[in-house]
């Protein structure tokens, strides 16, 4: 039930947002562009500690597959966009902690495959562009052999399925809450804004010749006064009317 409520907001959600605006679509696709190519350089930084040699070479694989989804969709947003792209990349978080592991490293990764692999038949359903469709598509399917390695190795270095499961849970709390403080930021900043945006519209003309002022001192004209086209100085009027 919770999936598909969340399928049915991607959908309703992206669809609203990406047929009003070409643009919004093209960068929000850029933006999985950047997600595809973070993902690929997570798993390079835990690369090394992998100790097993074929699970490396997986691993590896798996960067690989990721750089090459990056492209694609850097590719999407280039044909759908209009404006020069954005940096290929945005800060990035390292998820592999060397002091806590390769098993801790496994369950975000897993969790992260399990997650695109989900929401991605979302997104190629929330557009009627059938090529988007077919890049999320596509993609989808190598996430689905992503999400099967990982858990495979999730529960290889864990020791049982049991145990993999418990920690799958545990980085879905701390992904959850992550999630909650990300929307709670964005409300509170929709809501001070609207603060603002009230006491500037309710006591801003109290502070406003005071701050005009302050910015242009005693040389530089007032704003229009009036239809008249009368324009106010401290030091002199200039009327329209009056000219040559
Ligand atoms: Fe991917
Ligand atoms: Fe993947």
Request: with cysteine; net charge positive.
């Amino acid at each position: 039930m919770e999936l598909n409520l969340r399928g049915l907001l991607i959908r309703l959600l992206t669809r609203l947002s990406w047929a009003t605006s070409r643009r919004r679509m093209a960068r929000g696709i850029t933006r999985f562009s950047q997600v595809e190519a973070d993902s690929g350089w997570q798993m390079l930084r835990a690369l090394d500690a992998v100790d097993n040699v074929e699970s490396r070479a997986r691993l590896f694989n798996n960067a690989l597959e990721e750089v090459h989804h990056s492209a694609l969709f850097r590719e999407l947003a280039h044909h759908y966009s209009d404006e020069p792209p954005p940096p290929a990349t945005q800060e990035r978080i390292q998820l592999f902690n060397p002091k806590e592991g390769m098993i801790e490293f496994s369950a975000w990764h897993y969790v992260g495959e399990a997650d695109v692999y989900r929401d991605f038949l979302a997104y190629a359903h929330a557009t009627r562009e059938p090529r988007i469709r077919d890049t999320f598509l596509v993609i989808r399917g190598d996430e689905k052999e992503h999400q099967a390695l990982a858990l495979a190795e999730l529960q290889r270095l864990t020791g049982s399925p049991r145990n993999a499961r418990r920690l799958i849970r545990k980085v879905r709390i701390i992904r959850a809450y992550q999630a909650w403080m990300r929307f709670s930021k964005g409300v509170g900043n929709i809501v001070s804004s609207f603060v603002l945006a009230i006491v500037f519209i309710g006591v801003g003309w109290i502070f406003a010749p005071v701050c005009r002022r302050r910015i242009y001192g005693d040389t530089l004209p007032a704003p229009l006064n009036g239809a008249s086209g009368e324009i106010a100085t401290s030091s002199q009027t200039i009327t329209g009317a009056a000219r040559p």
